[in-house]
């Protein structure tokens, strides 16, 4: 084929609408995620703490997200995370209107990345338990795939819990991507935001795993629903399933409020900045930048 | 809500001073240092080690300081702690006039951080060890937010140790920001802090958990003595309470004095440097803007 | 020495061949990554676990590719992985001319890797099991060089899982080389290559090791069968051996086709990315050095 | 005190001489490697595997190795191993007439070190099995110091593993530092050895500990013979104390030719590469500044 015959084929083959490549791309990182964060919890259950623990899982988890957001960061911005897509859109990072096509494709990659995982491991399943694929109990193999809260955990302390746990999630991201704050080098930020997940794994996730992501959650538990685990994975928990849903949502919000209003609000205009060092022009674009690795809000949606 | 409208509400609550933003900064950092690193050490200690133990608490502490210097380093400096602001002010870094309120900031966010994880736990704590809150024994958790010795450390020795301990931290935080030295690049330094946290961890936090910060020590000590650990928690510890208050101070200010007499006085000025590569401009202006992100001297405070 | 001699020396010493430079950086590397990769694996089954675990293996032998692409990175690329070279050819970013050449030095640097460990710990070879080089049971050490299935794996399964290991390997190598889209910065790929390694370890190394490298596989696996093991080696595991050779070349294609297909296909040109900042030589020439150092298609193989 | 005094105190006390300014940076940095390296190993030790494991010695004095390199990496170059001064002097980085003064300077550097941990943990050393400072035995505390071989390993494989071990670190190093192969950014390059430290330890260290630093394995080692554990630290292990001394200075040579010869020597010339991106200048300075950073070989001795 010849350089001729392949540019022209890529040209047929790339798509123009900009927001149909970033909703392709929110499909294949979050896809990316679950495969790999999932499959860390799945390695730990599955071989019974041999090949893993929770360290194993909680750096897992986070690196899963780093990979993710190199995948879909330069292009969508790689939320995988509605919440993440919601506090981008209340604070006009994004435009409203891409926030459905969004949502719908991190779910979507969530439960294809959760089949993934199943597939990739299904012998195991099948020796786990002799093919068992129970929600509780010693055998349980459901929390691979979702999360649950601990026995001792009330609905109102998890759904505070998932509220305040997404908050400081979208604030340290806010603070990671604020190229007018400290900020992460531009390339750096998948990684920074990965040590970010592995702290909150490590601090914040004993009460229920701290989802923070109701795609993440939602998507691979309506897989296991429909897998063979049942509609327990749903009443679980005293009906926990909606909790790692709505609270994420709300935690996301604030989060996103906090830091604008006490930090990025308060930042100096380019225009005051120079008497610091002159380059306006550089921080300006940098800024600009930042946004656009976020959440692409340059582009419309017509 | 328009364009114009959301830029006049940000002009309004914008903050003029930039003392009252830096302080303001220092306040939320501290506040998500102290939810995310004490949260390691909650997980920890409530799970009885099943979902922590030492790696994730000395590396959750860590990535926690690498968040607070994220949420605010671009702005204050992300000192989150009194005995760093201290040695900034020494070495002419930092306005002395700053200091109280920085340390007043620091103290307070550190206190509202316990708060927090102390709700976000709450279902937690009162079902580990049936909601006795205990400041020894095998059930104590008042450990979760403060440091206290182990029971060999005499009081002399567990002085020196956060004297020396905060010593070789300022040193290295000096050598991390020291552009004129190797110098971690821009955007990096709340990571090479953090892993500097985490090797002071695994290195010296045997004796008494290696606290190095009086905010981070005392502001959760009185939370917890008024929420229900009651007095013994300055008692404890042949009222070890006052050394990491102290002894982090002096050893601010020798680690300080350290670095600057064996390194940094040494560089070469910016003039004599022109023989290596011609861009002195380009140097001066990193020094300067080092400055600023450490300890953002130029702003007065007036 | 002179300065004039040594330049002379030098002159004579250096390969005119770009394609034999390319060769020789990638044995080396290649036998980099098996000596420390392995030596991780041997350290924690020689010592029983004492100096070593399942964490130490993964990090271990993630850091060894780290240093291998460190090693070859900036000269061949740095694949160490017949998988990677032939995604790069499949994809028109190496040409396949070369692809025979990478793959025997990649070979022959694998063999000589395991070798290498072999000699540095024959002391505790030795005196482990009584010099019993065993394949299975629990003095079984040939899993230190190259990888064996679980005990529950089927061949499908296992070759499913190595052909969908590799392709997330394709996808996210990919990625962290895309400078059109977020992009690991320039001399930190390796690193990043590395936290994907690990991930990969921790999240499907459960079945078969994930090995998702034939030359990683296969070379030390001829090494162990001529040093001690014996023909087990290949028989073992239901002739498992095949598979980590066959399989990794599959995934590398689909992975490598994925990417480009869903993200990098799409990514808007040159001419039009002008419209959001205006460099467009510096974001070409970034493009072309990355290509360079994933493959150095520019160079041909004449 | 004013500007203008500060400043003359400032010029007062500046060491005038490079060398000077060299050793004495080369002297904390040693100092800071070994606080810190050895109060990790300590901390493992002294709380019976409590307070720390083979993960956090491993990736303790692989941290302990950054933050020495950050302290005096932009002055002396950061080498704190005699092995590395030599493979600098031995391949034309470093003037041979500064060998002496640093290794002087990372010998009592090491000492003094190993010194400050003594007297940071004395509490605990003295409660630890009653005091008793025992080389060998259960309650063995002298290779917190320095390294002693397993019981199986011979001296002859010891001397092979140590000459391998450094000659990969140096290897790895010369590769992290090459700006015309892959590199790591500038200011990165001391998490980059760190990495490479914590690799060889968990790859390298079943044997001996992996020292590959005659400065930090001596210079501890004779401290122990003052301070209470006696000569049977050298005679311990069949005289193994020359071993970490001889053997590495013979392996950094024998890394620094390998990949001298075989990558460095075979990068095109900077005239070459100007057909490649055309910034030949860029480069040049690049190599230079990378020199600089590692051995300075710049200025003379005179």
Avoid at 102 to 110: E, W
Wanted: aromatic content about 10%; glycine content about 10%; some cysteine.
């Amino acid at each position: 084929m010849g350089q001729e015959a392949k540019k022209s084929l890529k040209t047929r083959l790339a798509l123009k609408s900009s927001l149909a490549r970033e909703t392709l791309a929110e499909f294949v990182a979050t896809f990316v995620l679950i495969v790999l964060g999932c499959g860390c919890v799945a390695q730990a259950v599955l071989s019974r703490g041999v090949a893993g623990n929770v360290v194993t899982i909680n750096i897992g988890f986070a690196l899963a997200v780093t990979m993710a957001v190199y995948v879909a960061g330069g292009v969508s911005g790689g939320h995988v995370n509605p919440a993440i897509s919601l506090a981008m859109c209340a604070t006009g990072r994004m435009d409203w209107c891409k926030f459905p096509l969004y949502v719908c494709a991190q779910m979507l990659g969530a439960t294809a990345g959760a089949a993934a995982i199943f597939g990739i491991y299904y012998d195991a399943f099948m020796s786990f338990a002799d093919g068992n694929l129970a929600v509780s109990g010693p055998n349980a193999t459901a929390h691979i795939f979702a999360t649950y809260p601990a026995p001792f955990l009330s609905i109102t302390n998890g759904f505070a819990e998932q509220v305040a746990s997404t908050a400081l999630l979208v604030i340290s991201v806010f603070a990671i991507f604020d190229t007018r704050n400290k900020g992460a080098p531009h390339g750096l930020e998948p990684v920074a935001v990965g040590l970010l997940i592995f702290l909150l794994g490590c601090s914040l996730g004993m009460n229920s795993g701290c989802a923070m992501n109701p795609a993440r959650d939602l998507g691979p538990r309506m897989f296991t629903a429909v897998a063979g685990w049942g509609l327990e994975v749903f009443s679980a928990g005293n009906n926990w399933w909606w909790v790692p849903v709505v609270a994420p949502m709300v935690g996301g919000i604030i989060g996103a409020y906090i830091y604008v209003l006490s930090i990025e609000i308060h930042h100096q205009s380019e225009t005051e900045d120079t008497e610091q060092d002159g380059d306006t022009y550089g921080k300006y674009e940098l800024t600009n930048s930042a946004d656009i690795h976020l959440g692409s809000s340059e582009t419309s949606c017509a």
